[in-house]
């Protein structure tokens, strides 16, 4: 049976559902004096033509609605009469409404002039689903209308594993009795694959894919409601208990003056030390960044002459003979670095300080008159 309130309305102005939203179920054979259609007779019977955006707003508190010969019928189920079982080829629900010519899907007003278009009812209902599903009927096998075996999917524009989608057929008894890409929620399980409704549930499974494959038995070529529930996220972990309180420490030697002050908050610390193959002095140290921004320079100033010989979470912008600049990574609060040279504090300069170095002594002149004197002799 299909439950309906009927209304012919003159034209009139309705803010309309977006036109992805629309679907068209089927065109049905549907007769006045079948039990599939009430009447309500206190609607006038004069027909004033509408288009299927308006028949929308209209019906918004029903999940169905139809249109035939110009007149909208809302309709609160779908599936109870033989009629309702059996759709009818599309073309028998032509033409198109007027004014509507340019949406998508077509939008068929079943406004046809023969004797059998007059009986034909387009059928609509809305799917809403933020994973953007649209249904398409694939193949149909010739079998009784009532235990037709069919082949379907539900094409998806973003793919998000473990979401569900509902499949609602109204009141139609329909059998998912294979799916793939997806796994029959529990309450729909009969079978590893199978699924029984009017209303299948499923949920997606695997890698990024872009369709649900169905093959089902029941009333064939019928689109069903869509709905889609996403996977919820996990709630944000508790924050981390703070530390114990901390003993002091035992007395020890005074701790070597502290490094220079620098940019960003940042210090740096010689880790370790190790000799090199060329007989050099080797050094292993890390850069606490206080303000860590990706992409930020930080500039050391050794002092003396150093090369940088490994970086790691940064990496190296420019270098002189004394100083290296290293640009931060994505993400991090130090970066660690390996350099040959003498094992130093280096100094990191900033806008408004800067490195103070004192210079090296300057080398002794050899003595001339030693020299002169050995030669003589």
Not at 221 to 246: D, E, M, V, Y
Request: net charge positive; charged share 20%; with cysteine.
């Amino acid at each position: 049976r299909i439950c309906v309130a009927t209304c012919s309305m003159a034209l009139s102005v309705y803010a309309g559902l977006p036109a992805e939203k629309l679907v068209f179920v089927g065109c049905f054979a549907f007769d006045e004096d079948d039990d599939d259609i009430v009447i309500d007779w206190e609607f006038p019977s004069k027909i004033h033509f509408m288009g299927t955006e308006q028949c929308a707003q209209h019906c918004r508190r029903f999940p169905y609605f139809s249109m035939q010969q110009g007149v909208c019928t809302c309709l609160t189920r779908l599936g109870r009469s033989p009629a309702s079982m059996r759709i009818r080829d599309p073309k028998g629900c032509g033409g198109i409404c007027i004014g509507e010519e340019q949406l998508s899907p077509r939008r068929l007003c079943a406004n046809g002039t023969t004797a059998v278009q007059l009986h034909r009812h387009a059928v609509y209902t809305r799917t809403q689903c933020s994973l953007g599903a649209t249904f398409e009927v694939q193949a149909m096998a010739e079998t009784p209308a009532t235990a037709q075996q069919w082949k379907a999917r539900v094409r998806l524009n973003e793919w998000q594993e473990g979401a569900m989608v509902v499949l609602d057929w109204g009141e139609l008894h329909m059998q998912a009795y294979s799916i793939w890409n997806a796994q029959p929620s529990k309450a729909d399980k009969t079978s590893a694959k199978a699924a029984v409704g009017p209303r299948v549930e499923v949920y997606l499974k695997g890698s990024v894919r872009s369709e649900v494959g169905l093959k089902l038995r029941g009333p064939a070529g019928i689109t069903p409601r869509i709905f889609c529930i996403a996977k919820q996220h996990p709630p944000p972990p508790f924050p981390s208990p703070p530390p114990p309180p901390r003993h002091p420490d035992p007395p020890h030697p005074p701790n070597p003056p502290p490094p220079p002050s620098s940019c960003h908050g940042a210090t740096t610390k010689v880790m370790s030390t190790f000799g090199a193959s060329n007989g050099r002095l080797s050094y292993a140290a890390e850069v606490w960044v206080r303000w860590w921004h990706a992409g930020d320079r930080v500039t050391l100033d050794f002092g003396k002459e150093t090369e940088v010989s490994g970086v790691w979470q940064a990496t190296i912008e420019t270098v002189t003979a004394t100083t290296a600049t290293f640009r931060l990574g994505k993400s991090g609060n130090k970066f660690r670095f390996n350099a040959d040279g003498p094992p130093v504090s280096a100094c990191i300069p900033c806008a408004d300080h800067s490195c103070s170095r004192v210079s090296p002594p300057p080398s002794p002149r050899p003595d001339v008159h030693k020299h002169v004197h050995h030669r003589q002799r």
